[in-house]
Every structure is written in structure tokens, then in C-alpha cells.
């Protein structure tokens, strides 16, 4: 259903915290551990290489959010559930390999019911950004930047985006189940699962605000309407 106009606040809030406590070098180096330096993010990474970078996605995330306005509150969680599993790397885009023994990341059963709408953002904006830049802008770049752009587009605060990530080569579905938080999850496991991020109480709280933006899928509340802690009764 369409959030109320005073949700926009509250994603705004969500994801300007999320982008500080997250520590976005940190996620970065993580991602690509063992493999690849990690980069310095900067404001101006791209300046000289592509400095159109963020007037393009900015193209297409307005477009979007005319024509098919649920991939504002999709594209914020696509990224949620990206950074929370190793890092804001894009390795949620990545898509499992023919006859692999091991899914993608996005085929994991937590994120099956992601929107369809916010991977296509980031695939229209990729290959827009490709055409003019091509090999320079990472995904995972071009990620925090539409997420931007909707908070923005919601009637939120434009703001910076430090840019320089590097865009995962790993995607496993098993990493996911322990480090996305559930439904049913109590305060005390969501709060040992948002200090193991480094993030805190007050993080989860501004965090789990941004949820009055878009609209829950029934199966994450039917259990309590129908069947309350196996009861047969609704959750009184």
C-alpha cells in the first residue's frame, strides 16, 4: 500500500544513518578481503573519470519513480540486504552460475520476494553509465547512489555519496539466513545481530523506520492473524 507522506522522513533518516554506521570503507574492504586493496571513498571518486556518474543514474531513478513508484522503498532495501551480507559490494546482483551447487545470494530464500523493479534501477543504470563510462563505475556505486536518489525523491534531503566501492565477486545464498533480520526476530536477537554490523540500538530503531516506506508481504505476519504461536487464534 502507498506510506502515509510523513514515511519519507523516516526513510530519509533511515538511510543517511545507515550510510554513516555502516562504515561504508569498511564494507568495502570486506567485500573483496584477500583479494583487492581497499579503496579510500571519496565524494569526488569519480570527478575525473566519469563525472557525469550521478546526473545518469539520476536520469533513471527519476523515470523510474514516476513510472513504477515501488522502486523507490525496493531499491532502499535492495541495498539494505546487500550491505548487511558482506558488505555494500553489489554481490546481491550477481545471479547463480548454470549447474552451481551453491545459489546467488539473490536467490536466497530471504530475498526472493525482492522486487523485480529495483533490479532493473540498477540494470538501466548501469548500462546508461557503461555506454559513457565503461569499466570505470562499479555497481555497488551505482547502488548507493539510487538509493540516494529515492530518499531524495521521496522528499527526503539530497546528499553526498562517497563513491570508490569495489563490486563483489562472491555470492553465496547460505551467507544471508544469519545476517538479514527476520519478522519474528526478538529485540535481543536483532540487537546481537545489528551489533555484530557495529551498529546500536538506536541504529536498529532508525533502521527498522524505514519499513513505513512501501508495504510487508503477508507471509512475513499471516502466522499471527491465523495461528499465533501455534495457538489456532490470532495474536491477542
Same mark, same amino acid.
Given at each position: ?43 569526488? +571518486?569519480?570527478? !575525473? =573519470? ?5 546526473? %545518469? ?5 527519476? /523515470? ?94 539530497? +546528499?553526498?555519496? !562517497? =563513491? ?5 565477486? %562472491? ?5 544471508? /539466513? ?59
Amino acid at each position: 500500500m502507498p506510506a502515509p507522506p510523513s514515511s519519507s522522513s523516516s526513510v530519509c533518516t533511515f538511510l543517511l544513518i545507515f550510510l554513516l554506521a555502516v562504515r561504508a570503507s569498511n564494507c568495502a574492504a570486506k567485500a573483496t578481503k584477500n583479494t583487492r586493496p581497499p579503496r579510500q571513498l571519496s565524494v569526488d +571518486y569519480y570527478a !575525473k =573519470k566519469c563525472p557525469q556518474l550521478e546526473q %545518469i543514474v539520476g536520469s533513471v531513478t527519476s /523515470q523510474q519513480f514516476k513510472e513504477a513508484p515501488v522502486s523507490g522503498p525496493a531499491t532502499i532495501r535492495l541495498f539494505f540486504h546487500d550491505c548487511f551480507v558482506e558488505g555494500c559490494d553489489a554481490s546481491i546482483l550477481i545471479s547463480t552460475k548454470p549447474g552451481s551447487k551453491e545459489l546467488a545470494e539473490k536467490d536466497a530464500e530471504d530475498n526472493k520476494d525482492l522486487r523485480v523493479e529495483a533490479f532493473q534501477t540498477i540494470n538501466k543504470a548501469n548500462e546508461l553509465v557503461e555506454r559513457k563510462c565503461p569499466g570505470i563505475v562499479s555497481c555497488a556505486d551505482i547502488l548507493a547512489v539510487a538509493a540516494r536518489d529515492f530518499v531524495h525523491l521521496a522528499g527526503g534531503p539530497y +546528499y553526498q555519496v !562517497k =563513491k570508490g566501492r569495489w563490486d563483489g565477486k %562472491i555470492s553465496m545464498a547460505s551467507r544471508v /539466513q544469519y545476517n538479514i533480520p527476520r519478522a519474528n526476530f526478538t529485540i535481543d536477537q536483532q540487537l546481537k545481530l545489528f551489533n555484530s554490523k557495529g551498529l546500536t540500538l538506536e541504529d536498529l530503531v532508525v533502521l527498522s523506520g524505514a519499513h513505513t516506506f512501501g508495504f510487508a508481504h503477508c507471509k512475513q505476519f499471516v502466522g499471527r492473524l491465523y495461528n499465533y504461536r501455534g495457538t489456532k487464534q490470532p495474536d491477542p
